[in-house]
């Protein structure tokens, strides 16, 4: 089949719209925050990842995620580690090896508690990196005032 110039303007005009609002999409889900804070309580998946970040992981990184002497602070690290490398690292450990010292995280990937409720975990450590909550245990939403995500 052959189109004509309008034809081909139509088309490019549609493809023009598809690819812009494909795009948007994106950068909506990417700005999408995984956790819910309202007037500084959490929902209860945000919690949660307070509630076994504290049971598996605060051992090493510290309370409330600011890190330890031998483990970083990942309030900071969530500044510029995506999603997809955390969930990586946790999943499956890394080695460190610097100047003075060699840091190691084992693998999480066996830990019922810890690759469960990853998403969780995730969401505690990001909301404290974006420093939407503070310090000590968080403060749950009630159902009521969760809204839609809750």
Wanted: hydrophobic share 35%; proline share 4%; charged share 20%.
């Amino acid at each position: 089949m052959i189109l004509g110039l309008r034809g081909r303007c139509v088309g490019l005009a549609l493809l023009s719209l598809a690819v812009g609002v494909s795009a948007a999409a994106a950068d909506q889900g990417q700005n999408q925050k995984p956790y819910i804070v309202k007037d500084g309580k959490v929902d209860k998946n945000t919690y949660n990842g307070w509630r076994r970040y504290t049971e598996s992981c605060m051992r090493c990184h510290g309370p409330d995620g600011s890190g330890s002497s031998y483990a970083p602070d990942l309030t900071q690290s969530l500044k510029t580690m995506s999603e997809d490398t955390f969930k990586s690292t946790v999943m499956g450990g890394r080695v460190n090896v610097g100047q003075a010292n060699e840091n190691v995280m084992p693998s999480f990937a066996e830990v019922e508690d810890v690759t469960m409720y990853l998403d969780d975990i995730y969401a505690y450590l990001k909301a404290r990196s974006d420093g939407v909550i503070g310090r000590g245990r968080p403060q749950k939403l009630t159902a009521m005032n969760e809204g839609p995500h809750g």
